[in-house]
């Protein structure tokens, strides 16, 4: 079992909490952002550049990469949507350059974040690890940034891609968002509400990175998210529920939300019916399969 672990995107929401989980494991955590902590086990690079202080890897081995620029936060424009995908792609080759320059390297394993954003707006056809990559801005990125961290595989390094679903937690990310307009007693489903979400609980999220590191069976391709995907309408209720929230009985229309937010609707009005089954088979225990008692949890 590797002791020493890098992670890249630490002071994330997922990042943070896979830090402190880590920790509290034993391992030792070296982490790679681009600012210096003051944490004698912090270490700084700069993607845009190409600059990484080549010490972030020595003792380690294995590597969890789950750094990239914000997806929905800003507009997308020809020179965000590069960002976006170069935070992804040109992160993943400066770590694989930097681990392939030293000879003496202990990684044996190059753990990454992908997204279910791999498969595109698929309606309501059941998503396995070997369905084929789909169409839209956010399936090339996936594509291209899967494309670079299977790179690893020829450094001979045991290589793990989690396909991550929306990550539910109170304190960051999407159910901030998503319970805002809830709590404003302004909730409604969006676009037509059938689209498929799959979501998973942050202490399901950092278990599994825990688990990939741990077990070295595991290899490729998982879909990071709960045994059941639910519908959006069925999410917003769910919400609504706990907050003891109303939901409105109409919907907020497509066109409303391409109004507001441009190409992005495509990430908010994306279905992805998405299947746990092979991280299951790998032996993954969801501690919340069911999002009734993910969001008992969380909103308790």
């Avoid at 000879?103 to 595109?120: D, K, L, M, R």
């Amino acid at each position: 079992m590797p002791k020493k672990i890098l992670i890249t995107g630490a002071s994330g929401l997922v990042g943070a909490e896979l830090k402190k989980r880590l920790l509290s494991k034993g391992y030792e955590v070296n982490t790679l952002s681009r600012k210096k902590a003051k944490d004698s086990n912090s270490f700084t690079w700069n993607v845009a550049t190409g600059a990484i202080d080549a010490n972030c890897m020595n003792g380690v081995e294995a590597v969890i990469h789950l750094a990239g620029a914000p997806i929905v936060d800003k507009k997308w424009t020809d020179e965000r949507k590069q960002e976006i995908i170069d935070s992804r792609v040109k992160s993943t080759e400066l770590l694989l350059k930097t681990i392939r320059s030293n000879p003496n390297h202990q990684v044996e394993a190059f753990i990454s974040s992908s997204a279910v954003g791999y498969y595109g707006d698929c309606g309501d056809e059941i998503l396995l690890e070997e369905t084929s990559n789909g169409y839209g801005f956010l399936a090339q990125c996936c594509k291209l940034w899967e494309e670079a961290v299977s790179q690893a595989r020829k450094l001979g390094l045991r290589t793990v891609k989690l396909r991550t679903g929306i990550v539910f937690s109170t304190k960051g990310g999407a159910l901030p968002q998503l319970d805002k307009p809830v709590r404003l007693f302004a909730g409604a489903a969006l676009g037509n509400g059938k689209q498929w979400v799959p979501w998973l609980h942050i202490d399901d999220m950092v278990e599994m990175y825990v688990y990939a590191v741990e077990n070295p069976n595991m290899e490729n391709c998982y879909n990071a998210c709960a045994p059941f995907p639910v519908t959006n309408e069925a999410l917003t209720k769910a919400i609504a529920k706990h907050l003891h929230r109303p939901v409105w009985p109409f919907n907020v229309p497509k066109k409303a939300l391409e109004l507001l937010l441009g190409e992005r609707a495509e990430a908010v009005l994306m279905s992805s019916n998405t299947s746990a089954q092979k991280i299951l088979d790998a032996g993954f225990k969801f501690k919340f399969t069911d999002l009734d008692s993910a969001l008992t949890d969380l909103y308790k």
